[in-house]
């Protein structure tokens, strides 16, 4: 069935119009589920689903995609990237440190005195 989206009334546009709000606004549903045998409890369920945009999601602080090694499968190659680099950064800057100060004392030494 074609649905116009220029935004004449028909059902199809309702239904965009109504899953843009959702999408901007957000969705929460919740549920438990639980199974129990004579009182005694022996499964709990706990469903909670959240249903926005992206931009909502993170600006509400939820961004665990960008973290999850599943769905960013090259993060972890780059995380040790980024740990090896700033190893050789802090190897490099003890060298400078090291190499500032050994050129310090020769200009001293080289200085003549003005006594």
Known sequence: MPTD??????????????LDRVLDKGLVVAGDIKVSLAEVELLTIRIRLMICSIDKAEE???????????????????????????EQLRLMERRLAVLTRASGR??????????
């Open 5 to 18: 989206l220029t935004g004449s009334p028909s059902r199809g546009t309702g239904l965009v119009d109504v």
């Open 60 to 86: 509400i602080g939820l961004d665990w995609w960008k973290y999850d090694r599943h769905l960013s499968p090259g993060r972890e190659q780059v995380m040790q990237e980024n740990l090896e680099l700033r």
């Open 106 to 115: 020769k200009s001293r030494a080289l200085r003549p005195d003005k006594d």
